[in-house]
């Protein structure tokens, strides 16, 4: 099976209303950021390389694993929100029907949301506000970290049972897990109804994306 790797990158300079080098990851130095940094997003360019890198991404998991793809307009649907700005969407459909789907959308800003498995929708960057001083690098660290847990068979979603039932799900990577949960009721019933039997089937979460054949 082929290995992902990223894909080089060149470094890009950044600068302020001052001609200063923006170092981006740092400019607060562990403490707060200031009042006025909030909602304020500078260079938004530079999260671009996180395209390159979620093509990359594609790129593999075509190369690597028994799937089908799907690409279109039709497929930004899989989103529980709506996103805007859609550039390009990608769905990639093991074909275990055991193993949880994928959906990449583009997006102007730019960024990357991804669709995992049924109910679960993860954006990157979340923020890319001046005072979160997040960089293309870190978001693209924890792109990559999902697409592969995922693929690994890493993944878990579970909607509860009860009036009020919460919508969950939990990732397993090598260095650790991140989890979370949300009300149902924010998400679109319908999905969330079909969702449910197909989670309870999978009582210990998602299965590993089945490895492309040699004569396939």
Do not use: N
Request: proline share 10%; net charge negative.
């Amino acid at each position: 099976m082929t290995c992902y790797e990223r894909p080089s990158i060149d470094a890009t300079l950044f600068r302020d209303a001052a001609g200063e080098v923006i170092d981006y990851g740092d400019r607060w130095g562990g403490g707060m950021p200031p009042e006025d940094t909030y909602s304020v997003d500078t260079h938004p360019e530079r999260f671009a390389p996180i395209h390159a890198v979620a093509d990359a991404l594609i790129a593999h998991l075509l190369a690597a694993y028994d799937v089908d793809l799907d690409e279109g307009d039709e497929v930004v649907a899989d989103l529980l929100h709506p996103a805007r700005d859609v550039q390009r969407a990608v769905r990639i459909r093991p074909r275990d029907p055991a193993s949880a789907p994928l959906t990449v959308v583009f997006t102007d800003y730019p960024g990357i949301f991804v669709h995992a498995g049924l109910l679960h929708d993860f954006h990157y960057p979340v923020c890319g506000c001046d005072a979160c001083d997040s960089t293309w690098e870190a978001e693209a660290d924890e792109l990559e970290r999902l697409v592969l847990a995922v693929v690994g068979g890493r993944y878990r979603e579970r909607v509860g049972r009860g009036f009020r039932p919460w919508v969950e799900h939990s990732l397993t990577f090598p260095d650790g897990s991140a989890s979370g949960q949300s009300p149902a009721q924010e998400l679109p019933a319908d999905r969330v109804r079909a969702a449910a039997p197909v989670l309870r089937r999978l009582p210990d979460g998602w299965a590993p994306w089945p490895p492309k054949q040699p004569d396939s």
